[in-house]
């Protein structure tokens, strides 16, 4: 098999459904999703390595095989292609969601991002999945996309901020906050 085609030389690609330039908003919005699934690539090789991040570990990867469908989803520039994304991954991370915020220490100020190799690659998923998000809603104003990709992605940089605080909880490595900042978050209510 060849890798290169020779096809993009003069700055188009294919999709399903037509030829667009490579700086196309659909391009933008399927190549930003790639760039994501190679972080949380190197995110889940992270949490791999620490006993007690196997869980991670393993819904890390449930998440790059369900950012390939958001990436196909977005692709389609062809009316009546069905999609591959619905509701229940968006679903199931609110309740991974959920858990973690549950699992990490409270949290009232904003955070810098960082502390362990784990959690700093968390925080990179988390804002290159904003940007993500952003040339989805770009693409989402010239085309017709499937909705479910932008709310999937919407919690997806929720439940990458939940993680790399629970990783830093579960390495033993604090959160820095940040030392200018406001309470800006509402304190947990204690549960009776």
Known sequence: MRLYTKTGDKGETSLIG???????????????IDELNCFVGVAQAEAAKHKGLE???GWLVDIQQELFDCGSDLAYAKEGTPYKMDGEPSARLEGWIDRYIEE?????RFILPGGSAVSSALHVCRTVCRRAERRIV???RQHAINEEVLIYINRL??????????????LNVPDTEYVRSAEVFRKRKKQS
């Open 104 to 108: 990490a220490p409270e949290v009232t």
């Open 157 to 170: 940089s929720d439940f990458f901020f939940a993680a790399a605080r629970v990783a830093n909880a579960k």
């Open 55 to 57: 869980e991670l570990a």
């Open 18 to 32: 037509g030829r667009v330039s490579k700086d196309d908003a659909r391009v933008e919005a399927y190549g930003t």
């Open 138 to 140: 770009t693409l989402s």
